[in-house]
């Protein structure tokens, strides 16, 4: 009894294959290298991305609005293929093979791009600073390399953090304890590696070269993977359950199939596994039945059909643990909408706030040191890494003494108050935008790309979107992984990511239908090629508002909510 004292009780093994050993793996001892892969990870990848639009148009010599719309589709590709390595991670290959493998495949689309920035033939042929042209092929060089790297993060955004929060035993109450704060200090590693990226990076790229600006962030992912593999012999890992996918679609065809059997009122008489604890899924506990979405328990009542040869075909009967699978996810769905406005505000700092510092005094001081733009992402990065700390060991204790809640506010009431936060990100950009045209006007300055107004002051809504982040894309991180069927965690966090993917394109496509419209009879439009000739403050207005009535829709979606029930133990 006291050997099996030592082996966690959620059904992870070691990198054996053997039950994990509780003393020997898992808690902190694993989360150094979790941590520091991810830090890694998130440099490289901010290092890349976050003067991504500048290259895209001093390189590549594209227009600003075509620039901005091809930065919003792979930035949404990037988050719509962690769907591909979640399914895969959850079905067949679990969490460590797939980071393993897809962080290979990011490697190599790093290593291409810095080649197509620095050999010749590759590389945009430029007559001088920021005035380059590239042809053809050299574009396509770029897009692939890039591509490349949206393939590979697909396998690492869903699993990294679902990979961590694995090392804690969710049947062991005080390892469970640690998972809100792991959370925490992972966003925390996450902003440390972007903070390096924004700031030290980027004035690598803008003053010593893209080749050595994209070379570098390369180096950082390959000492990333070493990271990560450095720490196998400590890692807890979920065996994989089998596609989730083919179990949702068995529960919808179920349920169709016996859509006029009656569903009993006695919640005892629909089939579940005979075992007391454990569910038939590999990697799951049995879910408690809940009364929403009824129709689908249909597919749980058994009749003589569902039988054949004495063996149950799964696609007529299957059990009250694989129906409220189904169930979570729909329930998840209305929540998992509202992130999607949010995603497009946060996505404006690699974006329109760039065009914005262009044409603004980037001047440190009456020095002739000139800032980056991308640089001014790291006042969002300084206002996370001064938030979560604030967040973990003030406001949870704080406000745990008034609600006796264990982590002070729920998830829920944490994510709306990161979607109230972010609609004053908006406003102030949007302010900003106002006195800038102002003063050029005053100045009659609309040929003169540097406005006499420091681009500091766009320090404040990068401010507030890094508050807004430590309340909104923490406390959605947390939210999937614990609302998630134990056995879809991974597929669970890659739906959590893709509401950045759409709102990437929401931006590209609020772009488009912007640019059509405003440029109609000659008109420059709102995102013009000259800003000073713009109005781009009507584009923040329009985020600030739709960010308003999202915040309205989801106060209705979370009152609706509720939380998962899960019993028994993994297998």
Request: with cysteine; hydrophobic share 45%.
């Amino acid at each position: 009894m006291a050997e099996e004292d030592n082996y966690t009780k959620d059904g992870t093994v070691d990198y054996k294959n053997d039950p994990a050993d509780r003393n020997k793996t898992g808690t902190w001892k694993a989360c150094p290298f979790i941590l520091g892969n991810e830090c890694c990870e998130r440099l490289a990848y901010y290092g890349m991305s976050s003067n991504l639009l500048l290259y895209f148009t001093n390189q590549l010599n594209q227009h600003s609005a075509a620039a901005s719309k091809n930065l919003s589709n792979w930035s949404g590709t990037c988050y719509v293929t962690p769907l591909l390595g979640a399914f895969l991670a959850d079905a067949y290959l679990g969490r460590y093979r797939t980071i393993a493998t897809f962080s290979i495949i990011y490697v190599m689309g790093m290593t291409l791009l810095t080649l197509s920035a620095s050999v010749p033939g590759l590389r945009p042929t430029c007559y001088k600073k920021d005035e380059c042209t590239a042809t053809n092929p050299q574009i396509a060089v770029c897009y692939v390399a890039l591509y490349l790297v949206a393939f590979g993060t697909g396998g690492i955004k869903p699993c990294v953090s679902s990979y961590g929060a694995d090392q804690f035993d969710d049947a062991d109450e005080v390892e469970k304890g640690h998972k809100s704060s792991f959370f925490n200090w992972f966003y925390f590693s996450i902003n440390i590696g972007a903070l390096i990226a924004s700031s030290v990076l980027v004035w690598i790229q803008v003053n010593v070269g893209w080749g050595w600006g994209f070379g570098v962030p390369a180096v950082a992912m390959a000492v990333a993977v070493g990271f990560f593999f450095s720490g196998t012999r400590l890692y807890r890992n979920q065996k994989p359950g089998g596609s989730p996918l083919t179990r949702l679609c068995q529960v919808v065809v179920a349920s169709l199939r016996k859509r006029r059997v009656a569903v009993p009122e006695d919640k005892s008489l629909l089939f579940e596994t005979s075992d007391a604890e454990a569910a038939a899924i590999v990697g799951s506990r049995k879910l408690d039945h809940t009364t929403e979405f009824r129709f689908f328990d249909k597919a749980a009542v058994e009749v003589q059909s569902d039988y054949n040869k004495e063996s149950i075909n799964p696609w007529r009967l299957c059990t009250v643990t694989q129906v409220e699978e189904l169930k979570a996810i729909i329930k998840l769905l209305p929540v998992w909408a509202t992130g999607i406005i949010f995603s497009a505000v946060y996505g404006q700092m690699g974006n329109l706030f760039l065009l914005q510092a262009e044409y603004m005094n980037t001047r440190l001081g009456n020095t002739t040191f000139k800032i980056p733009e991308a640089s001014l992402s790291i006042f969002d990065t300084l206002s996370v890494i001064v938030w979560v700390p604030i967040y973990d060991q003030f406001i949870i204790p704080i406000t745990r003494k008034f609600t006796g809640h264990k982590n002070g506010i729920t998830q829920l009431q944490r994510m709306g108050i990161g979607l109230f936060i972010s609609i004053f990100a908006m406003v102030s950009a949007a302010v900003l935008e106002i006195v800038r045209l102002n003063i050029v006007k005053r100045h009659d300055s609309y040929d003169v790309k540097e406005a006499p107004i420091s681009v500091f002051w766009q320090v404040p809504q990068y401010f507030i979107i890094g508050c807004a982040e430590v309340f909104m894309y923490i406390g959605q991180i947390e939210f999937f992984y614990e609302q998630a069927p134990d056995s879809m965690r991974s597929l669970c966090a890659a739906l959590s990511l893709t509401t950045t993917a759409l709102g990437n394109y929401l931006s590209a496509f609020l772009v488009t239908i912007v640019t059509e419209v405003s440029t109609r009879n000659g008109k420059p439009g709102w995102i013009a090629d000259n800003l000073n000739h713009g109005k781009l403050h009507y584009f923040f207005w329009l985020l600030a508002v739709l960010s308003l009535l999202n915040l309205g829709a989801y106060v209705v979606a979370a009152k609706r909510y509720t939380y998962k029930k899960a019993v028994g133990t993994l297998r």
